[in-house]
Each structure stands twice: as structure tokens, then as C-alpha cells.
Nanobody, 128 residues
Framework: QVQLVESGGGLVQAGGSLRLSCAASGFTFSNYNNGWFRQAPGKEREFVAAITWSGPRTYYANSVKGRFTISRDNAKNTVYLQMNNLAFEDTAVYYC?????????????????????WGQGTQVTVSS
């Protein structure tokens, strides 16, 4: 069955780093682009970063630009999110997602609506 499994979350001090991984299986990875979203307590799930399957091209939310880097290893069906200089405000559950390579995705990569598959999430907690 379709699976997106995130790992790498944890507790880190402000200014520290974490690297999240998202391993995909059960679907044709090459037909999809990927994104990372996050959801803090009491808030809506928000866009963090996205990456195309080929190129690749990357996109970032303003709040993480310059601190986070999204990448992928297509041979391993895995997407990564390197998070540096973490701040308390980055505390959230981080979700990996996969969306079909459609015109709608390229126009709206920041929207939850263009993603078809989601992982279960991994908790990132930044202590101040």
C-alpha cells in the first residue's frame, strides 16, 4: 500500500539542526513531486518546502528560507528536509506529502489540496 514514512524528528535546542527523512513506497515515485508541511498546536497545517522530481526545482516558505533545505534521492525514493538554525517557532509536527506532477501542482505547490498522499508526521520540538 501507499506509504510515506517520516523520521528524524526530535528535541533540539534553539540554534541546532535536524534532518528529516521521508521514505516513499507503494506508488510510482517518479510521477510525483513532494512537499513538507508542518502543524503547530492550535494552528493550521502550513507549507514549508517543496521539490520537483526532476531538475529539481525547490520552493520555500519565507519563514524557513535560508535555514531549511529540501532535497531528494530518487534512487532511494526518499525526500529530505535539512533544518538549520532552528527556532522555538519551528516547533511542530512535520508532514511529508506527494502530489502528482500536474499543472495544478506547479501553480499551487504550497497548497495542501494538490497533494495526494501524506505521511503520519514526525514531531520536532525546539527548546528556547
Amino acid at each position: 500500500q501507499v506509504q510515506l514514512v517520516e523520521s528524524g524528528g526530535g528535541l533540539v535546542q534553539a540554534g541546532g539542526s535536524l534532518r528529516l527523512s521521508c521514505a516513499a513506497s507503494g506508488f510510482t515515485f517518479s510521477n510525483y513531486n513532494n512537499g513538507w508541511f508542518r502543524q503547530a498546536p492550535g494552528k493550521e497545517r502550513e507549507f514549508v518546502a517543496a521539490i520537483t522530481w526532476s531538475g529539481p526545482r525547490t520552493y520555500y516558505a519565507n519563514s524557513v528560507k535560508g535555514r531549511f533545505t529540501i532535497s531528494r534521492d530518487n534512487a532511494k525514493n526518499t525526500v529530505y528536509l535539512q533544518m538549520n538554525n532552528l527556532a522555538f517557532e519551528d516547533t511542530a509536527v512535520y508532514y511529508c506529502a506527494a502530489g502528482l506532477k500536474t499543472a495544478d501542482w506547479y501553480s499551487n505547490y504550497y497548497s495542501r489540496d494538490v497533494y495526494d498522499y501524506w505521511g503520519q508526521g514526525t514531531q520536532v520540538t525546539v527548546s528556547s
